[in-house]
T-cell receptor, first 112, second 114 residues
């Protein structure tokens, strides 16, 4: 099976930097995804890591270490609209490579 | 560009009643299709996925079923709803090319079983 852990809640201040961690245990790792989900809405894709290292996309960056089973999502210059749930998801090759297993999400609150 | 639609947006149904949720995708062919459920304050639980017409894989035993009568149509059904079926139902699609792992979600259906 797979196990994905991420903090339940985080709070940060507008303009600051926040790092949301995700640890996972899986066999046949095939990639790690981060999604953003605002309350009552569908998740939207943020980033995808399949190799070790940092992927930067504007204010958001995502890091992966496959040997440690660890990823983080880094949000810079926080804005009020960044208040949302951030979901870590892992794809692996067991069963079907088309499946993603999601963590429970980290609810980020950005304060003025 | 590709778009994904779900309806209805919200639904309130009594226990024991049937259910039919529909999902359609536009702008792509032969997508992989998925049904997820999200209980309040929790992560996404994969219910079904499909790699082609008439091909359905179930991930969680339950009183729900799925069908794919057309290439870009995915339907979630139940003959008799339970209280525990309440939740936010999300349909998603992914392509079959190099980025086939990336999933795109529809707007969701919020189901309340009373």
């Amino acid at each position: 099976g797979q196990n994905i852990d991420q903090p339940t809640e985080m709070t940060a201040t507008e303009g600051a930097i926040v790092q949301i961690n995700c640890t996972y245990q899986t066999s046949g790792f095939n990639g790690l995804f981060w999604y953003q989900q605002h309350a009552g809405e569908a998740p939207t894709f943020l980033s995808y890591n399949v190799l070790d290292g940092l992927e930067e996309k504007g204010r958001f960056s995502s890091f992966l270490s496959r040997s440690k089973g660890y990823s983080y999502l880094l949000l810079k210059e926080l804005q009020m609209k960044d208040s949302a749930s951030y979901l870590c998801a892992v794809s692996n090759n067991s069963g079907s490579a088309r499946q993603l297993t999601f963590g429970s999400g980290t609810q980020l609150t950005v304060l003025p | 560009s590709q778009t994904i639609h779900q309806w209805p947006a919200t639904l309130v149904q009594p226990v024991g009643s049937p259910l039919s949720l529909e999902c359609t995708v536009e702008g792509t062919s032969n997508p992989n299709l998925y049904w997820y459920r999200q209980a309040a304050g929790r992560g996404l639980q994969l219910l079904f996925y499909s790699v082609g017409i008439g091909q359905i894989s179930s991930e969680v035993p339950q009183n729900l079923s799925a069908s794919r009568p057309q290439d870009r149509q995915f339907i979630l059904s139940s003959k008799k709803l339970l209280l525990s079926d309440s939740g936010f139902y999300l349909c998603a699609w992914s392509g079959t090319g190099p980025s086939y792992l990336k999933q795109y979600f529809g707007p969701g259906t919020r189901l309340t079983v009373t």
